[in-house]
């Protein structure tokens, strides 16, 4: 077993932190935790797109590099390190490109992929609803057909960056009378069309990142749809893996580690520093482990993804074991900080910028975002250990 990366691959890496160290240097971004996923700059996504790495394991036919899951973790784990703003590119980036190679036309293909490549289409990710988050299949979001056209109603909410994407990936309901599985489709669909609208929703962070969207008889083309008619809740389940699969749900607070590390050197408490404290020592190596065991459990999915294998339970696996370790990480944080801890990044008193209150208020939404924890456990009791499903 070789753990090494390759001189091309070290070579790689090393590329993607120049150019996101002369980014931060021009001031295209200031590192940010959750930037993956709230980090709103379409200046930045062009600059990924123009070094061409978005879309990295893509055919080259559809403009892609085809290069390896293995360096796409690569940039993703420099992109996260750094804090670097990638929302708008992410989800199509992560998922829904991937949707579009395997079930898209040929047709959506080239209209589709070449905009995502060039950061020019931000896809939002349109599955939950009020009564539909771990059981999707009950959604009730319609998409009925009409002549040339599908007519959607309905109610989409958390869907991340609404406010910002041109584009929504939108699964819906085209059958309503057969078992609820059965009669479910995927879309994209542009965001402009009349009859959509987008309201905030404010989170407990404060954030207004994520929002409810209405469909009210919004009539798209019948070639906005997604694969076959009906089969959506089978690929969506293809999607899932991809969204469950990446350092995000392990690095997303990455520069929060990074600091309060650094924090612990700089301050002293009775002369001494905090970083000689045996108590914090432990806590901080504690969760270095945890790191390095998330790290590892990440890489192994994409080991599988370059294997040709969906990487199902790898995926839930690392993702129920890297959330639990953000949340353990702000916890920890916010312990270390004290008192000060809690002041949100607006005070002028506030420790490390407020991250630490930041992710410790939004790491709670970590094991609920695409599948909760338990979820999760049940994929791998079912699937991994062969267990039978929960009654
Ligand atoms: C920050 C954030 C961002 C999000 N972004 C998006 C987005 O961009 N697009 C989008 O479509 N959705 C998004 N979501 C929604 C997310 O996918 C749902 O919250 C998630 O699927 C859980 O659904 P729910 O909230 O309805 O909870 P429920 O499904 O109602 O679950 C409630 C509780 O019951 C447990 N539970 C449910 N079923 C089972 C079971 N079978 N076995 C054991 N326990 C069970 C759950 O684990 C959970 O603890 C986001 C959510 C959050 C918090």
Redesign the pocket.
Known sequence: MDFEFSQEQERFRQEVRDFLEEEMRQGTFKPSCDAWIQGYSPEFTKKVAHKGWIGLTWPKEYGGQERSNMDRLILTEEMLRYGAPAACHWFADRQIGGSILTFGTEEQKRELLPKILRGEAYV?????EPQA???LASLQTQAIEDGEDYVINGQ?M???CAKFMNYNYLVARTDPDVPKHRGISEFIIETNLPGITITQTI?ITGSEA?AEVFYDNVRVPKKCLIGEKNRGFYQIMHQLDYERAGLERLMGNYPLFEAIVQFTRESKQNGKSLSQDTLIRHKLAQLQVEFDVGRLLTYRVVMVMDEGRAPNVEAAMAKAYCTAFEQHLASIATEILGLYGQLVAESKWAPILGMAPHSFLGSK?YS?????S??LR?IVASRGLGLPS?G
């Open positions: 939002g990710l349109g599955m939950s988050g771990s059981d989409k958390w869907t991340s989170d994520w939404g609920l975002q695409a599948g909760t338990e979820i049940n929960s």
